[in-house]
């Protein structure tokens, strides 16, 4: 497998645009995660999904933030408007909780991460 | 929520020596696992240990669970091992699936 898939790498934008970072989890995997990484407050989770549906998004900011995992294999986190201090890294993980699958259940696989800078 | 603390917050190393970093979580963990995160900022994946020890070449890790804390090992240590560490737990008694990060450990091997 080709392990777990973010776009873009990087983006560039200017204040007040909207940004939409993409992932797509690991195949068979059924959770998913949206994280975010920072100087200041390091790796924090921001919401997660399971089968498709948000199960706890208390990690995200404030209303400008949104999430959708319209099917199994693809979820977007979306920013409008961006401001300044939401430049950091956000990585999206998955893991599976279902047995057999030759990793142990609970682990967390993390993409490469999409580095935002806003300016 | 749990609390993840990671010692020490720096360590530099010369090529070839040896060392060991501490996780230390305040409440019970269905999950911990490690992490290094590479000067390019990737986050990989090395052990996956509620409890127990593994080892995978020249790392290995053990998990006291009813002691709450794990240790990762660094042996022979090579300057590809530099990046910053982290520990991760999911805590028994919340939301399922949810890691607790530390704030990790920034290593750097010199040659």
């Known amino acids: 497998d080709a392990g777990v898939i973010q776009s873009p790498r990087h983006e560039v934008t200017e204040m007040g645009q909207e940004v939409t970072l993409r992932c797509k989890p690991i195949?068979?995997?059924?959770?998913l995660f949206w994280y975010r990484q920072t100087m200041m407050r390091g790796l924090e989770l921001l919401i997660y999904?399971?089968?498709?549906?948000?199960?706890?998004d208390s990690g995200m900011p404030e209303d400008r933030f949104s999430a959708k995992m319209p099917n199994a294999s693809f979820s977007t986190l979306k920013i409008q408007p961006s401001e300044p201090r939401d430049s950091a890294v956000y990585f999206c993980?998955?893991?599976?909780?279902?047995?057999?699958?030759?990793?142990?259940?609970?682990?967390?696989?993390f993409g490469p991460g999409t580095r935002l800078t806003v300016l | 929520g749990i609390q993840v603390e990671q010692s020490p917050p720096d360590l530099i190393l010369q090529e070839g020596a040896n060392s060991t970093l501490r996780c230390n979580f305040s409440?019970?963990?269905?999950?911990l696992q490690w992490f290094h995160q590479n000067p390019w900022g990737q986050l990989i994946n090395l052990f996956y240990?509620?409890?127990g020890t593994k080892q995978n070449g020249r790392l290995s890790a053990t998990t006291v669970a009813t002691e709450r804390y794990s240790l990762l090992y660094i042996s022979s240590s090579q300057t590809t091992d530099s990046g910053v560490y982290f520990c991760?737990?999911?805590?028994?008694?919340?939301?399922?699936?949810?890691?607790?990060f530390g704030a990790g450990t920034q290593v750097v091997v010199t040659p």
């Open positions: 993980a998955s893991r599976t909780s279902f047995p057999g699958q030759g990793v142990p259940l609970n682990e967390q696989f």
């Open positions: 195949s068979g995997h059924d959770y």
């Open positions: 999904f399971n089968n498709n549906v948000p199960i706890d």
């Open positions: 409440d019970s963990v269905n999950n």
């Open positions: 240990i509620p409890s």
């Open positions: 991760a737990v999911e805590q028994v008694t919340d939301s399922w699936g949810k890691l607790q």
